[in-house]
């Protein structure tokens, strides 16, 4: 008879040695590895850490009586008077967090859109013509009319179909471009203006002396009591509805010299939706020349 070995003993396991402990590492917090936004004036010399994000602003005495808060370009400035102490300066910084933290960011998106809209003046850089793209072409056969404006183009989307030919050689420099384009831009914004002031200015009843192109920093246009009428040359960047409303502004004032209710019930007339197109003119930006 065949045996049946006998069962092996079963095999002792040995113990397992217990990891070793290392130190604990902490792991890190969402808002520690996310970098807080930053919001620098250049003049800064107080901070408020707002949420998630640090403040840094200008904090000026004035002669006032309350708090006051402006967000401009550079960042936030806070104006106080003489008696009221740093802490309750701070304190009000806070109460209007949101506001601030809302305009600062309306101010880097615009900044933001300013530099992506940058034109670097070349042969083929392009701008904005009564809201339509322009393409640059330069183009020596156009050196005795300065620049053509071709409207000839197929409209592809999102392919600009107008061209300026510019008569400038093709090793003309960066300024030498950006002249010749300023220089026609500005005779188009005389010829627009002058048919827009004539149209409105017989709507509104008023008669207007003189145009007048400006390059101001802030303001768009201003109107004289003698009929003089001031405009920014660069409003042909807008659509035309943009530009009659600002037209249309500066003619009204030759009827209402303030911004009272009469004056915007007057704009109005002429311009029955001056808000809307107000607010154009202040949030789309204007590439930097």
Same mark, same amino acid.
């Given at each position: 008879?065949?045996? /049946?070995?006998?069962? $092996?003993?079963?095999?002792?396991?040995?113990?397992?040695?217990?990891?070793? $402990?290392?130190?604990?590492?902490?792991?890190?917090?969402?808002?520690?590895?996310?970098?807080?936004?930053?919001?620098?004036?250049?003049?800064?010399?107080?901070?408020?850490?707002?949420?998630?994000?640090?403040?840094?602003?200008?904090?000026?005495?004035?002669?006032?009586?309350?708090?006051?808060?402006?967000?401009?370009?550079?960042? @936030?400035?806070?104006?106080?008077?003489?008696?009221?102490?740093?802490?309750?300066?701070?304190?009000?910084?806070?109460?209007?967090?949101?506001?601030?933290?809302?305009?600062?960011?309306?101010?880097?998106?615009?900044?933001?859109? %300013?530099?992506?809209?940058?034109?670097?003046?070349?042969?083929?850089?392009?701008?904005?013509?009564?809201?339509?793209?322009?393409?640059?072409?330069?183009?020596?056969?156009?050196?005795?009319?300065? !620049?053509?404006?071709?409207?000839?183009?197929?409209?592809?989307?999102?392919?600009?179909?107008? %061209?300026?030919?510019?008569?400038?050689?093709? /090793?003309?420099?960066?300024?030498?471009?950006?002249?010749?384009?300023?220089?026609?831009? %500005?005779?188009?914004?005389?010829?627009?203006?002058?048919?827009?002031?004539?149209?409105?200015? $017989?709507?509104?009843?008023?008669?207007?002396?003189? @145009?007048?192109?400006?390059?101001?920093? /802030?303001?768009?246009? /201003?109107?004289?009591?003698?009929?003089?009428?001031?405009?920014?040359?660069?409003?042909?960047?807008?659509? %035309?509805?943009?530009?009659?409303?600002?037209?249309?502004?500066?003619?009204?004032?030759?009827?209402?010299?303030?911004?009272?209710?009469?004056?915007?019930?007057?704009?109005?007339?002429?311009?029955?939706?001056? !808000?809307?197109?107000?607010?154009? @003119?202040?949030?789309?930006?204007?590439?930097?020349?």
């Amino acid at each position: 008879k065949t045996r /049946t070995p006998p069962p $092996a003993p079963p095999r002792r396991s040995r113990p397992v040695a217990p990891p070793t $402990a290392g130190p604990v590492v902490p792991q890190p917090r969402l808002d520690q590895i996310l970098e807080p936004a930053a919001f620098r004036h250049p003049r800064a010399n107080r901070e408020a850490a707002l949420g998630a994000s640090v403040v840094a602003f200008e904090f000026k005495r004035a002669r006032r009586r309350n708090i006051g808060f402006m967000v401009g370009p550079e960042g @936030l400035v806070v104006s106080a008077p003489n008696w009221v102490p740093l802490s309750e300066v701070d304190a009000a910084v806070q109460s209007k967090a949101p506001w601030i933290l809302k305009k600062l960011g309306d101010a880097s998106d615009r900044r933001r859109r %300013m530099d992506e809209a940058r034109i670097e003046w070349r042969d083929g850089a392009s701008f904005p013509f009564l809201g339509e793209n322009v393409i640059v072409v330069l183009d020596p056969r156009h050196a005795s009319a300065g !620049a053509v404006l071709n409207t000839a183009g197929e409209a592809l989307p999102g392919v600009a179909r107008h %061209m300026l030919h510019v008569g400038l050689p093709h /090793t003309a420099s960066e300024a030498q471009i950006r002249d010749a384009v300023q220089a026609w831009l %500005m005779r188009q914004a005389t010829r627009i203006f002058t048919e827009r002031l004539d149209h409105f200015a $017989a709507q509104l009843g008023v008669r207007w002396t003189r @145009l007048l192109l400006s390059n101001a920093g /802030t303001r768009w246009g /201003t109107a004289h009591s003698d009929g003089r009428i001031r405009l920014h040359w660069r409003l042909v960047h807008f659509r %035309m509805a943009v530009i009659d409303y600002v037209v249309a502004h500066e003619l009204s004032h030759l009827r209402v010299m303030d911004h009272s209710p009469r004056f915007w019930e007057t704009v109005a007339t002429v311009v029955p939706d001056y !808000a809307r197109l107000r607010g154009q @003119l202040r949030e789309e930006p204007l590439p930097p020349w």
